[in-house]
């Protein structure tokens, strides 16, 4: 046995006294076990496998012997320190050890998740030029969580003019091209649709962008992208025009040959063809852009922008011959959304007037009519019965049928080339 002996010491203001115990007994110490804590509490946010798979992984120390894991303070425990399968909230995360003794609570929080996810498609994949094209724009929340403040940015590029929109929720600002969808459900979807005009130039891919207040853990597919092949057209037109209509034989005429670019888009390795029939001999031609080979009568033009033109003058001689139709043609490298005026002709006539005398008395055949012809070859054959009949070649450009009597007459005159008239 051991003695303890205690000593205590009392002051007063003039003197102290010191009085001694003793105490023995056997030593007993009560010991306690280490407190059990939380070290760490991880989580693992939502992803987008399409159903709630959050994370919290558990560190706990101190206490004695194995631990149990609550996520709800306390009321429920499981043997593993991994709570899996968690959608969004706040857990209440308690330790228990194998004396029964718990933790303090420590909250973790699983953020709110939505998956969004948007697609872009166009209705013509190689659109004209000048043409409309139709984007659709899909928006779908893959969830789990109810999206908020969702916004999309789609802003036309300079290859495009707006035409116009529809959007199946929220609204689309078409000066700022932003969309305003707003909340967007667990699995609901919005679409816009944007009809625009195709530029002739300018930048033609198309991108568009979602984004909301939630975490998104996969962005790869928040934004999308479609750019059209656009079509470069130009409408070429050709114009044919000659100074005199009905020259003749051994005359000059001046035929002028007018290519214009009517767009939209620029023109390139233009060529008009231009070959003088039988019934001509060129005597000089000149071109305000490119150059025309007398030899094939073909007028390489090359580059014409968009609203501009190029004129071919050429001057011939009338000469006799069976063939008086100059026709001129163009074609270009882009698609022409109008071939009809790709061609023009001119053909040199033979044109006549008259003059009449009309029957004095009646039943009599004292009726006259004088025809002059003019151009073509100076020899002519003339019909009063619309050309079923003809005179003898004529070397005179006038003749006067007479001996008429009162009717109606058609006067046709061709000359010794076979250019019919037409009447003046």
């Known amino acids: 046995m051991k003695k303890t002996i205690l000593i205590l010491t009392f002051f007063t203001a003039l003197s102290f006294w ?73 857990y209440s995360i308690v330790v228990k050890d194998a004396n029964d003794c718990s933790s303090a609570a420590t909250s973790v929080s699983i953020d709110k998740t939505t998956c969004i996810s948007i697609s872009k498609t166009v209705d013509n994949p190689t659109p004209n030029v000048g043409n409309n094209v ?12 109810n999206a908020t ?39 609901a ?23 909301g207040s939630e975490t ?17 057209v130009a409408n070429l037109k050709v114009v044919k025009t000659v100074d005199n209509i009905a020259p003749k034989v051994g005359d000059n005429v001046t035929f002028t040959i007018k290519v214009t670019n009517n767009g939209p888009s620029a023109a390139s390795s233009v060529v008009a063809n231009d070959l003088l ?31 501009a033109s190029a004129t071919l ?15 001129a043609t163009v074609t270009a490298t882009e698609t022409d959304p109008d071939t009809t005026d790709n061609t023009d002709s001119k053909t040199i006539e033979v044109s006549l007037t008259y003059t009449k005398s009309d029957v004095t008395c009646f039943g009599e ?38 001996g008429l009597k009162a009717g109606t007459y058609y006067i046709v005159v061709k000359d010794s080339n076979g250019i019919i008239s037409v009447c003046k």
């Open 313 to 327: 003058t050429m001057t011939a001689t009338v000469v006799a011959a069976s063939s008086y139709t100059n026709i």
């Open 134 to 145: 139709v984007f659709t724009v899909t928006v779908k929340n893959n969830g789990p969580d």
């Open 18 to 90: 010191t009085f001694s115990f003793s105490q023995s007994g056997c030593k007993v110490d009560i010991t306690e076990a280490p407190q059990l804590t939380i070290i760490s509490a991880i989580k693992t946010p939502i992803t987008c496998s399409g159903s709630p798979d959050g994370k919290i992984t558990i560190t706990a120390g101190g206490g004695t012997g194995s631990y149990q894991y609550s996520k709800d303070n306390g009321i429920t425990f499981q043997p593993s320190n991994i709570f899996t399968g968690l959608a969004s909230g706040s």
């Open 277 to 307: 029939p039988s019934g001509y001999t060129l005597v000089s031609s000149s071109a305000t852009a490119g150059t025309y080979n007398t030899a094939t009568g073909v007028w390489t033009i090359g580059g014409l922008a968009n609203g």
């Open 365 to 402: 055949n004292t009726g006259w009519i004088k025809v002059t012809a003019v151009g073509g070859s100076g020899k002519y054959y003339f019909s009063l019965d619309g050309g079923t009949t003809f005179t003898a070649l004529q070397n005179s450009n006038d003749y006067t049928f007479a």
């Open 189 to 211: 979807s919005a679409t816009l649709t944007i009809t625009a005009k195709v530029n002739a130039t300018g930048t033609y891919a198309n991108t568009a962008t979602v984004a």
């Open 216 to 232: 998104d853990p996969d962005t790869s597919d928040n934004t999308s992208t479609v750019t059209p092949n656009s079509v470069p």
């Open 149 to 187: 403040n969702v916004n999309v940015t789609d802003a036309l590029p300079s290859g495009y003019t707006l035409v116009s929109s529809s959007a199946t929720a929220g609204t689309y600002n078409t000066a700022t091209r932003v969309w305003t969808i707003g909340g967007l459900a667990n699995g």
